[in-house]
């Protein structure tokens, strides 16, 4: 299974490589439906892809340099769908926000698989 593991992120790494990312919710700013969801971490997602909500694959930039270095795996029970929110240099601490911020209702639950 390491083999596999470890093309899964080189497949991850050539697809964030190849791939503008896209900030549209910096740091600070509230969420465009939610104004009381303040982005902790960067957020935005890979231009030219595609994800099961139809839009670009989601992606969190941390503050610690350009490597993907997780994903979290998110079930939302609103809108009744999966997608994968690719990690991309995030410290530990950034890591710790993400995770809580897709745990922390009842409708939304994820997993964080580090690299």
Request: with cysteine; hydrophobic share 35%.
């Amino acid at each position: 299974m390491n083999r596999f593991d470890h093309d899964f992120w080189n497949a991850l790494d050539t697809l964030v490589a190849g791939s503008e990312i896209v900030i549209d919710r910096p740091k600070g700013t509230a969420h465009p439906k939610y104004s009381d969801f303040i982005y902790k971490v960067n957020y935005g997602y890979l231009k030219d892809t595609a994800s099961m909500d139809g839009a670009g694959i989601d992606v969190w930039v941390g503050t610690n340099g350009t490597k993907t270095d997780a994903v979290m795996c998110i079930v939302d029970l609103m809108k009744r769908d999966s997608e994968i929110k690719i990690l991309i240099g995030c410290t530990e601490e950034e890591k710790k926000i993400i995770y809580e911020t897709h745990n922390e209702t009842q409708y939304m639950k994820g997993i964080l698989i580090r690299r």
